[in-house]
């Protein structure tokens, strides 16, 4: 019989295979780029593998539950589109992308209150890629980004690509804090460094699940402004909010040229159709369109046109209420459970959109070492250490609740529950280690 | 009215456009990375907005003809693959690429002899997203990369993008010369540089449409092997070749880790679904999928699966047959009308397959500058100094017969054979300047 023991190693050497063969048998190592030694395997990539399998409860993957589509009419949409304009829709396009799609997307940054021209919008793979073609623009090796802490974990693997150092700057359940984000400046001009980029997902954070309040953006942005650094903000959750309407972007009261702003629709439509975008300066916006061009010479007109083809015939406003409930609802489910099942001295982010909610546990408790325990008791999370630039955030996790339906939420909040109970009680049982005054 | 000067100076104007608007207006000039001085708007992509004007024939762009295709069957496709698999198709997937695709995939590549196993594929936004990504895990800055010259335009763009040194190799109408190849690796040694890639498009090349000659290639990639070279080989057009069965790509008779094999359905299914691939070395694979990780989380499900469907279910080797036959008419249309239209010491390619001929023309015609002219007179090329990253070509042009039918294709090189004729009469007329001994 296989002890559980044997099952956790078993997990834990499945979903990290990757990463130990990539390290033999490699004849061009000594060929690679300096870049490409920051190019290791993610946590969470690693984990897909295994949180995958049906008996298990995953709140570790932030994949929007695509099901609720209207499935015929996404059918319908295309099938016309190919019948309509086949030659059009499957040939190249332009690496700005289609005209038509991005003025449909200035509509859907007006619903936030941003006033945009399709003219500086660039139509990107997700906006995952304009993050990626941001970073090559700005970002010389031993450049500074500045990043709250904790950050999405592929931007993190992103500006690493292109060198970045990368500086956190503290959070609270506000957000970013305007405070200490002008005394890190000031201590790195101290130093006489200039950091290029805030790297900022303002609304519904991801990881952390919190909201840079309304009253703080105006200076983050003129914080920013005088320090002549550019803000990308990221915002592929601020159309999902659970209450009230949608929160202003920072584009949306901050000078044309002081931000970059990034969207997608794969958290409101489709992640497979990979629709993203950038809004930005004009002469920034320029350099996109080269550097996307470089990268993978155009997106998919058929994708593009499948999006600005939905948006256009389709209730889309209406739908998004409807996720929005949906949503909401799973993150109650998450609420609700974590208040019975965890253990004295948990913390946790009460999020008010979006997918994530972020657990902080009581010192000792190190979720990557606890990952495969997790596992074997049918629950997936993303230990926290991996959306920290600098390496904290031991006793930390992030939890999803956007993919499972509110019963299996909770259910798997209860299984986290007993494996974190069962920690504590051998931290206790063999000491935890001192916290560090 | 109107001089057909202005219109040659308005058609320029237009197509240039946004490069000199991209030097004005900066306020993030000063913060861009190194790497962004060299992104700057290729002749090609200058060129579309202009020639793609109803009443020029357009010998430029290397688009296919995707009208080719039964959109029906593709429609149908489509629509099938939403309705029986919307949540999987629609949502993220691995950075690596469908499983199902990559096996097809070995199964296209196995037509030229490759043998190959899906888990050393990975999927790429077309193969020019294989090609980014390459540069970015190999290339530091000022690393030498060999290309043959001319060479396909983005890849110069793209290996500038990282900072390489781009070193060309000469080439006949037998494809890259052995010796050469060995020669110039011998110089940089002594100067204590070794390249760390050749980049070669080795069969119906792009722009150059010659092919390399099957008793070069083992020399190939025997110099590459001794010297510590990868080869990358871009092969989007081997499947279109007119005379006689594939060409043995590099890959099919190299050790495994010889060669980055890069491929793609732009060119004999659809461009607009953007699904290209590359066949690596393992280790270099793990490096792919990281770098795919970091550009762009995942590609499109949707695209691979349409993709995986369309080659399980349809005649696709039946339907190659008719693309070959097709552009065969026209690039015999071209070479018919080159022979008639083309003024004395114009010498040409003769290509077996693909899309591209490649002119040269006598010693002071400047085919950059000639371009307005050729464009009032309803005609579009590429001039060749572009695709020379050592900037010579200046009298060399591309012309591609894969879009217009044969009439077109024909009623093009004799517009342009026309232009020609005026400018060589100018020339003679105004003195053509000392060609450099």
New interface residues.
């Given amino acids: 019989m296989m002890s559980s023991e044997d099952g956790y190693r078993r997990a834990l050497c499945c979903g990290l295979g990757?990463v130990s063969?990539?390290v033999?048998?490699?004849?061009?190592?000594r060929?690679?780029?300096?870049?490409?030694q920051g190019?290791?395997?993610?946590e969470v990539?690693a984990l897909?593998a295994v949180a995958s399998r049906p008996e298990i409860v995953s709140l570790a993957?932030g994949?929007p539950d695509?099901?609720a589509?209207p499935?015929?009419v996404?059918?319908?949409t295309?099938?016309?589109l190919?019948?309509g304009q086949?030659?059009t829709?499957?040939?190249?396009?332009?690496?700005q992308g289609d005209p038509g799609l991005r003025e449909a997307l200035c509509a859907v940054m007006a619903m936030e209150g941003i006033t945009a021209e399709p003219d500086n919008v660039v139509v990107t793979?997700?906006s995952?890629?304009a993050l990626?073609l941001l970073a090559?623009?700005?970002?010389?090796p031993g450049?500074v980004v500045l990043t709250e802490s904790p950050t999405y974990v592929?931007a993190i693997?992103?500006f690493r690509?292109?060198q970045a150092d990368l500086v956190s700057v503290a959070m609270d359940d506000d957000g970013l804090i305007p405070a200490a984000l002008a005394q890190t400046i000031a201590r790195l001009a101290a130093a006489g460094r200039c950091p290029?980029l805030l790297y900022t997902v303002p609304t519904f954070q991801n990881p952390a699940g919190v909201t840079l309040a309304a009253e703080r953006r105006g200076a983050v942005v003129e914080i920013c402004q005088r320090a002549?650094v550019?803000i990308v903000e990221d915002n592929p959750y601020g159309l999902l909010g659970f209450e009230g309407g949608p929160m202003r972007p920072l584009r949306a009261d901050a000078p044309e040229?002081a931000v970059v702003y990034l969207g997608s629709m794969?958290k409101t439509l489709?992640?497979?159709?990979?629709v993203g975008w950038a809004l930005a300066?004009?002469?920034?916006k320029?350099?996109l369109?080269?550097?996307a061009?470089?990268?993978?010479?155009?997106?998919?007109?058929?994708?593009q046109l499948v999006v600005q083809r939905y948006l256009s015939t389709q209730p889309w406003a209406d739908q998004l209420k409807g996720l929005r409930v949906m949503y909401r609802a799973r993150r109650d489910a998450m609420l609700d459970a974590l208040a019975v099942a965890m253990p004295a001295g948990a913390t946790w982010t009460r999020p008010a959109g979006g997918f994530f909610v972020w657990v902080t546990l009581p010192d000792g408790v190190d979720t990557r070492a606890m990952l495969p325990r997790a596992i074997a008791a049918r629950v997936a999370y993303v230990p926290g250490i991996g959306f920290h630039p600098d390496g904290q955030g031991a006793n930390t996790m992030r939890l999803s609740y956007c993919f499972p339906p509110p019963d299996r939420v909770a259910e798997g909040v209860h299984r986290l529950g007993r494996v974190l109970r069962r920690e504590l009680a051998l931290l206790d049982m063999f000491g935890r280690p001192a916290s560090p005054a």
């Fill in positions: 990757v063969r990539a033999s048998l490699d004849r061009w190592e060929r690679y780029a300096a870049r490409a190019m290791v395997a993610s990539r897909f993957g994949m695509v099901a589509l499935m015929d996404m059918a319908a295309m099938s016309d190919v019948a086949g030659p829709a499957l040939q190249y396009g332009s690496a793979v997700g995952q890629q990626d090559r623009i700005f970002v010389d450049d592929t693997a992103t690509a292109c290029k002549g550019l040229d794969s489709a992640p497979g159709l990979r300066p004009p002469a920034v320029d350099k369109v080269l550097a061009e470089s990268a993978m010479l155009s997106h998919s007109v058929f994708a």
